[in-house]
């Protein structure tokens, strides 16, 4: 039983570290930054450089796998976030991005560009992902 849930932990890894490579990909450029970010949310949840090499070459062949507590699902909004910011440029498509996947992450359709603005501008003003999450409290309480 206890592999059962590892597996589906690592499914659901994958398929974040997937939608930031897409997210990423979003401008038509992989900067360095962004690469390294992934790369470190790979190693902090226990996956090899190798596999996450596998995810960036080829992120549509992870399975999607979504979280389910809420807390996980904010975290994995606050990564999309954070990358959004890494080459210093937010554009368009890379903010619409985030909200599509806010919303089918659970997040109302009609809070999450409140949410997402929220979590940039607490990361632009210093603030740590515990501070933002309790301030964005109001919109991922649903």
């Not at 992989?30 to 596999?51: A, M, P, S, V, W």
């Not at 996980?72 to 909004?77: C, I, L």
């Not at 603005?117 to 632009?124: D, L, P, S, T, V």
């Amino acid at each position: 039983m206890f592999g059962f849930f590892k597996t589906d932990e690592k499914k659901e890894i994958k398929t974040h570290l997937r939608h930031l490579v897409r997210l990423a990909k979003a401008d038509g450029v992989l900067h360095k930054d962004e690469l390294k970010f992934i790369y470190r949310i790979g190693k902090q949840n226990g996956l090899t450089k190798k596999q996450v090499e596998k995810i960036i070459e080829n992120p549509t062949a992870v399975d999607i796998v979504m979280p389910e507590s809420r807390q996980d699902k904010f975290s994995q909004v606050f990564d999309l976030v954070q990358m959004m910011m890494k080459d210093g440029e937010v554009n368009d498509a890379e903010t619409e991005f985030c909200m599509e996947l806010a919303n089918r992450l659970g997040f109302r359709k009609f809070l999450v560009g409140v949410l997402v603005a929220k979590i940039e501008r607490g990361i632009n003003e210093g603030l740590n992902r515990e501070q933002i999450m309790k301030e964005a409290e109001p919109f991922i309480n649903y």
